[in-house]
């Protein structure tokens, strides 16, 4: 299987490839490997792929079974935390770690194996070799080239592959055999596949020298280090990620890990898509799981999972969530968002209940609910709206709600059932400059969301609105949008940086700085603006409750 025309070839993400020259000591390199998954995780890192030689060693997978080192086996035995079974490293073989996030990619964990299959596959033909998939078993064979009949026929493997996932990032990766002694590979049973016979690169490629191939590279080339840059490239090709390439010494000790880490890290910084003042921490803590369980339990979605938000660990860790009615599909399908777009399930009758009992076992003093787009209903869910505010009322009486609903198609009486219920803040956001919106809200239409917030603030309700920034945008259609917000009586408005939530979605055309969002946040105090956030992870809800307190609008518990 072919993933060619499945996977973009056109790079949209970036990411660093690090070549390590020379023979690396395992456990330290694994020790660097586990503290890059941290910082990939926290979005300290884009998408990053080691390629190294190790000393020999033999390592252990999870499931590994001792006797699959064979006795007499003088090489050192590392158990490890990957899949897959027993294998040798050595000289002459190229490693290749990919700490990847499968889930900005879209992929499963089989998936993530396949494409990583496919790159070394493309690589292989580069040298006119013909890398293949065999059925039920992972890595990549070759027919005709066992050194020895083998039971189980004429295959050698000549890449094998072992990889873990953890909070959707990817450890280990694959081993390519490229030039040098196979020798290391009698000392085990490779794979804890008896009977299986392995190859090199080297080994085929002598072999076909005096054959005329497409380019073939000469033979005595084909070492660890001129097969590297092209294994990288092809595996950019196929996850779509546009590699920046750097050079490193070997790494001997776990002092040489943390120097390569810091340096990786400097160079994201200084060059990735998400920049270094946009890190985040990993989940975690008493309070995130708590928040979690509460949801779980009611079989409720929040914005902050739906929309793959950067601060929901935060939110979540001081106890607060944004509720998310009206199913997890959305009928617009916006450039811009995460949410998928696709037909919705009815809305559920006992929805607005489950989300009162939520924000009650929470202690919610202020309470968001927003909602995917539905155009497929009658009133795009404005009863399911004031339904929800009633019952979050009944049973927190003290709390303030606040609504981040969709436009409703502009339906003016669908909009007035939800100004009935006089939430105390009414948020709708306006998401872009007017001149973006066929892009980026393509069902969606500038005038009428402006129309819709200015009927809120007539009606007396605290009217809110947001935008992102990194689309494409001008500072004058920027200041141009804030003005038509003062002028639609908005009170309250937030503006954050767009982030790219998948390969789907618009790619970030600019990342700006704190100094500019300052600078935004005091032009838009200016033109009367009475609340203003801004920031690059600011998002419709962020800090919503620290706003209601600000301005002195939530009652005392």
Known sequence: MSLAGAVPIRSRWDGIAVHLRGASA???TWHL??????????????????LLEHRPVVTLGRHAR???????CDLEVVRIDRGGDVTYHGP???????????????LSVRGFVTALEEGVIRALAEFGIAGERRAGLTGVWVRGAASAPAPAGDWAKIAAIGVRVARGVSLHGFALNVAGP???????????????????????????APEPVTAPAAPGSVAPGSVAPGVARHLGEVFGVEFRWLESPPVHNDAGADRLAERIEVAAAHGGRRPSWLLTRLPGGECYATVRQVLREGKLRTVCESARCPNAHECWNAGTATFLILGGACTRGCHFCAV?????EPPDPAEPAAVALAASKLGLRHVVVTSVTRDDLPDGGAAHFAATIRAVREVLGSATVEVLIPDFGGDPDALDRVLAEHPEVLNH??????????????????RRSLALLRRASNAGLRAKSGLMIGLGESPVEVRELLRDLRDAGC??????????????????????HDAEFAELKARALELGIAHVDAGPRVRSSYHAERAMEARGATPAP
């Open 26 to 28: 395992y456990v330290p």
């Open 33 to 50: 490997q586990q503290r890059l998954h941290e910082m990939r995780g926290a979005l300290r890192l884009p998408d990053t792929l080691l």
């Open 66 to 72: 001792a006797e699959n080192v064979l006795s007499g």
């Open 92 to 106: 002459g073989q190229l490693t290749g770690y990919f700490l990847c996030d499968l889930r900005a990619h879209d």
């Open 182 to 208: 196979l020798d290391g590979f009698a000392r085990i049973v490779p794979c804890g596949l008896e009977g299986e016979a392995v190859t090199s690169m080297e080994r085929i490629v002598v072999r076909q």
């Open 340 to 344: 998928p777009s696709c037909p919705p």
């Open 429 to 446: 956001n306006v998401e872009t400059v007017v001149r973006l919106y066929p892009r980026v809200r393509p069902g969606a239409d500038y």
């Open 491 to 512: 009170a309250h408005v937030t503006i954050g940086q767009y982030l790219q939530p998948s390969r789907r979605n618009l790619t970030v055309k600019r990342y700006y």
